[in-house]
Each structure stands twice: as structure tokens, then as C-alpha cells.
């Protein structure tokens, strides 16, 4: 146990484990107030402000008296005026505790709580969020994300005790550079021109935690208040949000079969410049539909003629179960408008926060900047991590695992879709991705259905979300990359039952 004294306060605290808290107690000798009273005082404050709890344990009498430089006799007086006022409690040979019941507080005789005068603005997000639900057995259809169970654990785990062995690992812990680390954008470099097309280098890459991070730097590095932006709708409501905060006008875009629609984009260019178009051609969230090979040229030339960039997000790219997966926008030869984002949590796990944006060098030098104010940079030890396992192909080889896993998963959710909701609903096989785009036959309220699912242990996510405006949309966006076979059967009989009912 410790003692800190400044002025006429007296710190205490304690360090075992039992007792980890710290407190003030404004003790005045001179002020003419009994010490005992003061101690008193002082230890039912901290225990009105919340900062000593119900059961929190206290320094013996003894060893109180010792720190204050005050007799024992004054601290017991003290413990006994507030064990008999019920503040404190006694056990036998345990020794003096908070009270579990504490007396209630006379609020008239206390001094009113000052309230800030500053307007705090806190940020309120539109339309419903996407949170992962509590419950260890919850059966959670999200939004497509992996399956963590299955994510290359020993590899990535061998691969940081290799680089803590290297004598050189005292460089990984200090500043490294604000576009990442060089080693994974070489790496990520190296794997955007041979497997996705892209024309690109290290130095026209940018590193991130997550490709929501890579969309927030590009919304405020791309976009001036007042700025059009043009957004898929139905569409992914965080980018939304993320452009209203960066200050755009953002303008919703329908979409079909194929994706966005570039009659009505090209309408929405004509009645006024926009700065950008935000998508996501190779599985549209949330639909899951791909956008063709015709249509893609026909974006990036209008993206030429109007010169307005095109904000492309890649966010499952490696997960394509069809006969032929589309390359990027970013790898057309006049894609030079192209911003690309793509990520490796969903090609690893969730919790390893990498994403990436390419695009023109001096943009992403403006990104970096940017970045250099928020986040001065990565997790350098993870980034050398997992551009090691990139370099040996680790991670190469753990995708071929994972699509063969997915694609018996996607041809499972398509035969209990047609055995339990054959007339409720109906869908398209995606060709790729995580999810499946159900639409009802009839109008449907996806909260309401959210929360009678919930009572049944499953958990989907409200679409109206995905509307910006709250409108239904009579469809639900099932992932079912992250369950098994049993958590799928048995989730999708829960859907039908609820549906039925």
C-alpha cells in the first residue's frame, strides 16, 4: 500500500487485487471539523460519486490509520459512524466492505449537479445498425462475414513468433510509415496486378484497419461539403453515413439485375456534376448481384465523359462461385478514375484489421497524409505477419480450403431456401459472395421479424436499413458464410416457422 500527499489531500490507494481502487480524501487538520468526521465524509462521497462500489473492500483501520498519520481510534470512529449510517459493512475475519444496500441519498440537502452549458453534438446514425447480437447460441444470419472458425490460426500465430525471433524485430516497434508497412503493400501490390488485374505499385497503396477505415479516408479526402455523391440504393448504409459526415449530398441510385443503373446515374449527372459514384460491382450489397462485363465499361467511360471518380469497393472479391469471376473496374485500361477498396479480414478473419485502398499516387498520398492525423499507423507486427503468409502462400492456400467450404455452404442454403420458403419467398443463386438476397411475396417488416426471430435464437439483420429513407424492401440479406451445416438447417426451419406463424 502506497501514500501520496499533496496539500491538504491525502491519496490512498491500494494495489492488491482484492482492492484495486483509488480515492482522495480532502482531510483539513486545521479546519476546527473532527478528523474522523472529515474521513467519514470523504468515503461516503466517493461512494455517492460512484467511484468506491457495493462490496469494494477497505483498508484495515489499522493500516488507514498509518497512511493518515492518524490514531486508529480516529479511523474506527469513522468506519463506525458509516457502518451505522449504512455506508459500510463488516464480515468476520474478512474485514471492512462497502454496503450491498446503501441508504438512500437525501437529495435536498444535497447541491444540485452542475450541468455543461457546452452543446455536446452527439452523432446519430440513420435507420437501423448493424451490430452483432450477444448470445454465445445465437444463430446469426449477418450481413456475409467468414466463418472465423475457420481461419488460418497456426499459421498466422507461427508466423509472429518468426518475426519476434528476428534480431532485427526492435524496428517493428517504432514509427513505421503512414501508408503501411512495405512488405505487405509489396505483397498486396504483387497480388493486385497478377490475380486481380490492376496496373498498380506499392507506393499507389495505401494500408488500413478495415476497408470501413479505407472508405471513411477516401469519402473526407475525396469529397468538399457539398459535393454529389452518387449511391447504390438498396445499398451498404455505412458508406452512407460515411459521406453525410464528410459532408456530401448524397443521391441515391437505383439498381437491377446487373447492378447500378446507368441510365438513371447518368439522368442524376445531368441535373447536376457529381464527385463520384460509390459501388459494389462484383456482389452489390446487399442484393448480392453482379454487375456484367458490358455494363462495367459503360460506367467507367461515363465516368470519363462526366469526370467523376468511382469509389469501387471489392469487399469479398476472392469468395466468386461462378464460371467466370469478373475482374476489378480498377483493372479496365481507362479506369484511370478508379479509387479501389478491398480488405483481408474477410480472407482471414474479422479481428485481423487490414484493408487497402489503390488508386492514383497522388491521392493516396493525400489518404496517407490524412491518415498521419487519426492514426499515426498500422499494427506493423500483424501487417509483416500476414504479408509473410502472403509471400508463402499460406494464405493462397487457405482460400482454396475456404471456397471449397462456402460453395457446399451456398449450394446447402439454396436447398433449405427451397424446402422451407418455397411460396413465402423467393431468390437468385448468387454467384458469389457470402449471402443470399431473399424477397418476400408478401410485405414484410424486418424488424418486427428481427425481433420475434430473436426469441427463437436467431438473429437477422432489419433491411430497411439498406433503404437510407426506412422503406421496406420485403427482403432479407441472409449470410451464410459463418454457420455450419446444423446452425444453417436449424436456422433456416426457425425463419419458416416464424414466417409461417
Known sequence: MGILKSSSFYFFYMGQKLRPWKTILPIEIASGKAVFVQIAEGIASEIKRGRLQPGDSLPGSRVLADDLGVNRKTVVLAYEDL???????TAYKRGTFVSEQLPKIKRAVE???????????????????????????????NDGLPDVRL????????????????????????YSQEKGDDRLRKALAQMLVHDRGLSTTAEEICV?????MALYLTAHTLVKPGDRIAIETPGYLPAHETFKRAGADVVPVKIDEEGICLEALEKTVKEGAIRAVYVTPHHQFPTTVTMNAARRLELVALSNKYNFAIIEDDYDHEYHFGQRSFLPLASHENAGNVIYISSLSKLVAPSVRIGYIAGPRSFIDSVAALRLIIDRQGDSVM???????????SITKHARKAWNIYKNRRDLMETLLIKHLSGIASFTK??????????????????????RLDKQGVAVIPTECFSFNGERLNALRLGYGSLNEKELAEGIAALASVLKS
Not at 208 to 212: F, H
Not at 383 to 393: D, F, R
Open 83 to 89: 457502518i451505522a449510517e449504512g455506508w459500510l459493512s
Open 111 to 141: 447541491q444540485p449537479v452542475k450541468k455543461a452549458s457546452f452543446d455536446f453534438y452527439a452523432f446519430k446514425a440513420a435507420g437501423d445498425r448493424q451490430q452483432t447480437p450477444a448470445g454465445a447460441n445465437l444463430i446469426y444470419f
Open 151 to 174: 481461419a488460418p490460426l497456426d499459421e498466422l500465430a507461427r508466423a509472429y513468433k518468426r518475426i519476434f525471433q528476428q534480431k532485427a524485430r526492435w524496428r517493428m516497434m517504432g
Open 208 to 212: 488500413t484497419r478495415g476497408s470501413q
Open 383 to 393: 501487417e509483416n505477419a500476414v504479408a509473410e503468409l502472403m509471400e508463402e502462400g
Open 430 to 451: 448468387p454467384e458469389g459472395g457470402l449471402a443470399f438476397w431473399l424477397k418476400f411475396h408478401q410485405e414484410i417488416d424486418t424488424r418486427e421479424l428481427a425481433e
